[in-house]
């Protein structure tokens, strides 16, 4: 699975748009990226995922850049209960042949700040 | 619809005593990983099982060991413990239908080992 590399921490101010990039620089064509975050004392939680497209749900938007080669993870209106660390992974589309295992990382610990 | 659910919460064991923690998937999920997290080496990925089978395995010495029922619940094992196996276990199951779903953790059972 590709590496990723993430910012260890970052700050945000409440209300205001929280960006996470993620450089993954040797990422390959069936490789997808995926965003997981864990707020404190809690499993990780999933967020979004996408191969080429940037994608959103109710929770966050993800954009990669055209040569996938990196990705931000947009949390529009981030709140107090945002905080938490947010982990960027990559890897091949989990199926029965090639397992579920996750690298999870270091992440990026986001602070949201009243 | 309920979670995954682990247990205990917490344990606390003695060096050189074995512990089993449980888990219990969502129900329909098919897959069970296990991961431990501590904060020198963050998430790392011991095992998954699907049907009953061990599918991946992660970095970790014999003394960590798993099975999965036919129901899909899902034990780990580790015996001999050692101070160094203070952690947060985590579970997660999947549907196991590819990269469309993400996996839903458990809140883990922290053990504590003195």
């Known amino acids: 699975d590709a590496k990723t590399t993430q910012p260890p921490s970052m700050d945000c101010a409440e209300g205001r748009a929280a960006n996470l990039p993620c450089n993954h620089s040797t990422i390959s064509g069936n490789e997808y990226v995926y965003w997981y975050r864990q707020i404190h004392s809690q499993g990780p939680q999933y967020i979004i995922h996408?191969?080429?497209n940037n994608e959103t749900n109710e929770m966050a938007s993800l954009i990669i850049t055209e040569d996938r080669k990196s990705s931000t993870l947009i949390l529009p209106h981030a709140t107090l209960r945002d905080t938490a660390v947010y982990y960027c992974i990559v890897r091949v589309a989990p199926n029965s042949n090639s397992g579920y295992a996750l690298n999870f990382g270091k992440g990026t610990s986001l602070l949201v700040t009243p | 619809k309920a979670g995954v659910t682990q247990t205990p919460r917490y344990l606390i064991k003695t060096r050189g005593q074995q512990v089993t923690l449980s888990c219990s998937p969502i129900?329909?999920?098919?897959?069970v990983s296990w991961y431990q997290q501590t904060p020198g080496q963050g998430l790392q990925f011991l095992f998954e099982?699907?049907?009953?089978?061990?599918?991946n395995k992660g970095n970790f010495p014999g003394r960590f060991s798993g099975r999965q029922f036919s129901n899909s619940r899902s034990e780990m094992n580790v015996s001999t413990l050692e101070l160094g196996d203070s952690a947060l276990y985590l579970c997660a199951s999947s549907l196991d239908q590819g990269a469309s779903y993400g996996y839903t953790f458990g809140s883990g059972t922290r053990l504590t080992v003195v």
């Open positions: 099982y699907f049907s009953e089978t061990q599918r």
């Open positions: 129900s329909g999920h098919r897959s």
């Open positions: 996408g191969l080429k």
